[in-house]
């Protein structure tokens, strides 16, 4: 099945830099890479999302890439905010026997320090 | 259009109780997820059910937990005998039918306390 490996699982920022979290996955019939943010005691909530037909995407602050050949995606969050503090996770879904199976990656607890 | 509803948002229970967990959810969906989360750790996925079909249960334990989803009514999570172990936050998640892959909405959980 499907494996998905999140890096680092703790990043700490100053606030308006710059932070990157790194994901692999090891199905190549993959075709959808959603990034969910989790606020403490919250949802996991959609962020952004990129096809496997689209090499980059992105949405103001936040900006996803994806690598097929070589299996890897990442999350970039540009001038960083308190509020962006959050538990983010990547995930990779592939289309099995008819339904989307997801996989997440194991979390990255992100701190920006004001 | 109501969110994905889950209750009870906190429940808890002495060891060797049942727990019963419901989900449902957002209107037009009918392919229902359940996740498991432990305290700071990440999602595992448990099962996954359209309307009263179970089509992928491979991430539950075989013991002490099924899950429904009836033609009528909510998505149930059950847990019979509950352990420590099973204090977590369970996350129900919902996606409609017609979309190939696509995005998750989830609830905002259940947090089970077992004592």
């Known amino acids: 099945g499907e494996n998905v490996e999140q890096h680092p699982s703790t990043l700490s920022v100053q606030e308006g830099d710059s932070a990157v979290i790194k994901c692999t996955y090891s199905?190549?019939?993959?075709?959808?890479f959603p990034w969910y943010k989790q606020e403490l005691g919250k949802r996991p909530q959609l962020i952004i999302d990129?096809?496997?037909?689209?090499g980059e995407k992105k949405d103001q602050r936040i900006a996803v890439t994806l690598n097929k050949t070589a299996k890897h995606f990442s999350l970039h969050i540009t001038e960083t905010q308190p509020e962006d503090s959050a538990v983010y996770f990547c995930a990779a879904t592939l289309n099995s026997g008819g339904y989307q199976k997801v996989t997440f990656g194991t979390g990255t607890k992100l701190q920006v320090i004001p | 259009n109501a969110g994905v509803m889950q209750n009870p948002r906190h429940l808890v229970r002495r060891r060797g109780q049942e727990a019963r967990l419901r989900c449902s959810p957002m209107?037009?969906?009918?392919?229902v997820y359940w996740y498991r989360q432990l305290p700071e750790e990440g999602l595992k996925f448990m099962v996954y059910l359209q309307k009263e079909n179970i089509i992928d249960e491979s991430g539950m334990p075989k013991e002490r937990f099924s899950a429904e989803f009836p033609k009528e009514g909510p998505s149930i999570l059950r847990i019979q005998q509950v352990v420590r172990g099973d204090s977590a936050a369970y996350f129900c998640a919902s996606s409609p039918v017609f979309r190939d892959t696509g995005e998750l909405f989830f609830g905002e959980g259940s947090r089970l306390t077992v004592l």
């Open positions: 209107k037009g969906h009918s392919h």
């Open positions: 990129i096809r496997s037909n689209v």
């Open positions: 199905d190549s019939a993959s075709n959808y």
